[in-house]
């Protein structure tokens, strides 16, 4: 608790952490010089504010406007010295809280440590559910018998039983069953349909293109003249390259199907997407219909 004064007979009466920074801090806005009349400690701060009330109501009829008094600080000293001052303080701290010590500290943040992993657990086997749900819904939708199914996924059957039992597992059936229905539903375009589209949008990119095709191989006198190293450049093998989904013959959510998606994650955003929905237990759009093209 501090009193501050100034020139003009006026003392601020309030309660600070520390009172000289106080000092610095009102001494900014003051356009007179100011000065610590007074500074007492306190146990506690519930104390400290205790007092100051007390104090306050003793100089009432002292007061000016806000926390400024028209008393000396010896006279905001006597009455912090006053008994019903310290009966007010003692008071004060008493019904304070006590503080924690540094065990109680320590063991508090022990425990909020051991609720968070936890929950990260929770959330680790809810996940890993989810995808056997999923995995096992997508097999027995295809339709699969439960050995199928069960040598596909690497597990036993009994171990596919106790997952169709798994909580949400009617519902990714559900969802599996109207994805392959979607599939199946969906209109294949035909060559001559999008050859007509691509016409309608670039109308004479496609009769080059075409026109190209139509043209004749050319012969061995055009290809010595073209020389050899355009000939050496047409008869070299063109550079492997990497489909758009795995080879049919990888069992899905195996590890080298898993594998493949994560090496071509950092490609293109669409190969990131792909390898997200791999580790999900899902398997990626592409990949869907080309098995079922190939089925």
Known sequence: MYAIGCELGLTRI??????????????VGSPL????AGCHRFATAAAAYA?????????AQRHERGGWYRATGAQVGEAIGSRSAREAARAAAALAPPRPDAAALA???????RLAKARQRRRALVRARQARTHAAAYFLAAPYTQRTAATRLGVSERTLRRWTKLPGFDTELVKAHLRRNRTRQRPQSSDNSAAARRQQRHPKAESEQNASRQAPPPSSTEERQDGPESAQRRDRPAAPSHGRH??????PFSNAWIAWYSDRRLRSKIDLLNDNDARRGIIPPREQRARERQR
């Open 107 to 113: 063991a508090e943040a022990a425990e909020r440590q």
């Open 14 to 27: 309030g309660v600070a952490a520390d009172a000289r920074q106080r000092l610095r801090q009102m001494q």
């Open 51 to 59: 007092a100051c009330a007390d104090v306050q109501r003793q100089l």
């Open 33 to 36: 010089p100011l000065e610590l």
């Open 246 to 251: 795995p080879p049919l013959t990888l069992e």
